[in-house]
């Protein structure tokens, strides 16, 4: 079944990975929502449609979600605690029931051992004006309300091209340090295309083997 994906941030890194796994392995027609259009690349004008918009301005927002059928969001900082407010809205709205949602690593202090001291320190663990602070804030939007979403926490992101990571639940302490973009993209459409499998859940998302202080490229 064709469905209509709603891709928030649509020019982000993670996006264009998740884009094109959609185009390769789904029949699914992607809503390309974004402020700036102009650093999109459409690569099949039947199967992708660009929306310009902004998530935190609600009747934009509004008409884009009242198309689709399932939500990514690949959002930023600052703000990104009031636009999970926002898409949470209008999604209860027009009944869209599925939402993933890109989060960090740390935001439940899941980081064990001297490379979660490492990560506390350069994102502001146990700030709630930190980086880590608000992408909690804005994860506990997501987890609170009656959606069902899927929220990924990835490590620490390579542009490395290559597709290979393993996954941990919430509660569970964080394994590597590092993971590609490309594999997050992956998983992304992975979870789109079978939903039901994913709901209601929270994943760290690393690439096996990378356990250590720190990223080793850092």
Sequence with gaps: MTK???????TGQIAGHAIKALLQDSDDHLLLFTRHPQHLTVVDEDRETVIKGDTLKMDELDAAVAQADAVYANLRNPSIAQQAQNIVRAMDKHGVKQPVWISSIGIYDEVPGKFGEW??????GGQSDS?????RQAADVVTNSDLDYTIIRPAWLTDKDEVDYETTAR???FKGTEVSRKSIGNFVAK????????AR??????????????????
């Design 119 to 124: 990560n506390n320190a350069e994102l502001g």
């Design 191 to 198: 979870i789109l295309e079978n939903p039901a499998k994913y």
């Design 171 to 173: 509660g569970e302490a």
């Design 131 to 135: 980086y880590l602070g608000t992408y």
């Design 4 to 10: 209509q994906i709603l891709i928030l941030g649509a």
């Design 201 to 218: 859940k929270d994943f760290g998302v690393d690439k096996p083997g990378t356990a250590g202080d720190k990223p080793a490229w850092y």
